[in-house]
């Protein structure tokens, strides 16, 4: 268990504020954002539900006051590999999107690694939280 330093809460709900938005977002406008970006409207929708309930862990994670060190790796990874797999998305033969559709891709897995840098960074200036 740690006991998460000011930046690492920080970090999570910023984490969490971004995955209700973008989730929020995609979730309700898939059909115009879809026809915008040439993205696949359930892509577009299943991501943004995921998003959501993502979220909703994220910001229940960065209220408490310890947390086990495995769930904020977990986040970190979970981070990593969203933006590892975005990037990937974009090969030829996934999906076709149009230059917007790729910007926006590229803009949201750029983020997701950025802020999966901010809570590594918070975790490293977590406490052990002392075992009673």
Do not use: K
């Amino acid at each position: 268990m740690i006991t998460p330093s000011t930046f690492l809460r920080r970090a999570l709900l910023l984490d969490a504020a971004c995955c209700l938005l973008l989730g929020l977002l995609m979730a309700v406008c898939a059909a115009p954002l879809g026809w915008w970006f040439h993205l696949p409207l359930a892509l577009l929708r299943e991501a943004g539900l995921f998003l959501l309930a993502f979220g909703v862990l994220l910001a229940w994670l960065g209220t408490r006051a310890v947390l086990p060190r495995w769930a904020v790796l977990g986040v970190i990874a979970g981070n990593a590999l969203w933006a590892i797999d975005s990037v990937l998305l974009l090969l030829p033969g996934w999906i076709a999107p149009n230059m917007l559709g790729g910007a926006f891709i590229l803009a949201q897995a750029i983020a997701t690694a950025l802020i999966a840098e901010l809570e590594y960074a918070g975790l490293r200036r977590s406490a052990t939280a002392a075992m009673a």
